[in-house]
């Protein structure tokens, strides 16, 4: 319900996937749009997306993000039990 609230956000979506991301969708609230792409096709795929919004004078912008190949890490009890403490 909220893809008409987000100016050329489908044109955005589909900008991505056809520059080679594996899918885009909307991003938080709803006033951004993220892909997940290949590493090799993450210039196409973000400038495709900027052109689809409009550009610099649109106000769009694009980051490139890495994923954390960890995850959350358990931390020491102790350690997280004196980071809760008041100072």
Known sequence: ???PLIPRAKAVL????KAGAWGATISGSGSGVIAACPRDTQ???G???FEAFGG?????ATFTLRPDMHGAQ???FGTLRDSMRSP
């Open 1 to 3: 319900y909220r893809l």
């Open 14 to 17: 589909e900008s991505a996937l």
């Open 43 to 45: 210039v196409a795929v």
């Open 47 to 49: 400038t495709a997306m």
């Open 56 to 60: 610099a004078a649109a106000g769009a």
């Open 74 to 76: 358990p931390r020491d």
